[in-house]
Nanobody
Framework: QVQLVESGGGLVQTGGSLRLSCAASGRTFSSYAMAWFRQAPGKEREFVTAISRSGSTTYYADSVKGRFTISRDNAKNTVYLQMNSLKPEDTAVYFC????????????????????WGQGTQLTVSS
């Protein structure tokens, strides 16, 4: 059982920055690969970024490469998403997710591969 709670969303202007946090419960946080997904109004949930169990490897959707950075602090049971150079198309509800399985590149980017989800936090980027 893992509980995930996102925080840090808000309203920012185009070009601005924001950092999201995802706090996880339990003693086995380091055994989960973690990811961020997002969902905009009227759209399907899409993959944003993921990080390996140790934090040594990261993965990014093409749309956020060079702008977003995922990191984790296993001692604090927390994963972060640093978002820079924000664009209006980044506007969405951002969800933190955890996966207990080793994944392929395809599964890593598929929402149904993940076992646990947070409630989401809203990011709005104004033009």
């Amino acid at each position: 059982q893992v509980q995930l709670v996102e925080s840090g969303g808000g309203l920012v202007q185009t070009g601005g920055s924001l950092r999201l946090s995802c706090a996880a419960s339990g003693r086995t946080f380091s055994s989960y690969a973690m990811a961020w997904f997002r969902q905009a109004p009227g759209k399907e949930r899409e993959f944003v970024t993921a990080i390996s169990r140790s934090g040594s490897t990261t993965y990014y959707a093409d749309s956020v490469k060079g702008r977003f950075t995922i990191s984790r602090d296993n001692a604090k049971n927390t994963v972060y998403l640093q978002m820079n150079s924000l664009k209006p198309e980044d506007t969405a509800v951002y969800f933190c997710a955890a996966d207990s399985d080793y994944t392929t590149a395809y599964a890593r980017r598929t929402a149904r591969s993940y076992d646990y989800w947070g409630q989401g936090t809203q990011l709005t980027v104004s033009s």
